[in-house]
């Protein structure tokens, strides 16, 4: 596993030269998006913190997210995870949230979604969403890849 990259040395130094902070809440990925981004000298400059929102309960302690607050809204959409980006960035006041929601297998969800997708979202001064869907179910590689497709898309909301 390597933590830091061409990517995530980019996007940590557009957060310190903006003076930009950013908070992270993710699921399927249990830290390694903060992993990343705090593998980077000087992350204290830009990072705020982070929270892995695995359950409902942690979504309510960690987020004050409730159910009652996506009516309607189905599991493992954009729209979930542009809220839980949202969340998290109004949680920490920073200026960009992130947040990750996936399955990493090797089963699926109990709600129909097959293993090796997630649904990644930026939230902040623009907004970014992606769905990624590997085909795999080998969990620690879909989990290596749901963290790299978030800083790609960190990356990509910056440069936008």
């Not at 933590?3 to 903006?18: D, F, M, W």
């Not at 729209?79 to 920490?92: P, S």
């Not at 969403?129 to 963290?147: C, H, L, P, Q, Y």
């Amino acid at each position: 596993m390597e933590l830091q990259s061409a990517i995530v040395n980019e996007l940590a130094e557009i957060l310190k030269e903006r003076g930009e902070t950013i908070a992270v809440a993710e699921s399927t990925t249990g830290g390694l998006i903060s992993a990343r981004l705090l593998a980077v000298p000087g992350a204290s400059a830009y990072f705020l913190g982070g929270t892995v929102i695995y359950t409902r309960s942690s979504r309510k302690i960690f987020l004050g997210a409730t159910a009652q607050d996506l009516p309607g809204v189905k599991p493992m959409t954009e729209e979930m995870a542009l809220f839980f980006a949202e969340k998290v960035r109004q949680t920490l006041s920073s200026t960009w949230g992130v947040a990750e929601l996936g399955i990493a297998g090797p089963s699926g969800s109990a709600y129909g979604v097959d293993a090796g997708n997630s649904v990644i979202a930026v939230s902040g001064p623009k907004e970014a969403a992606v769905a990624i869907n590997t085909g795999e179910s080998d969990r620690a590689k879909n989990m290596e890849t749901f963290a790299d497709s978030a800083c790609q898309l960190i990356r990509d909301a910056l440069s936008g």
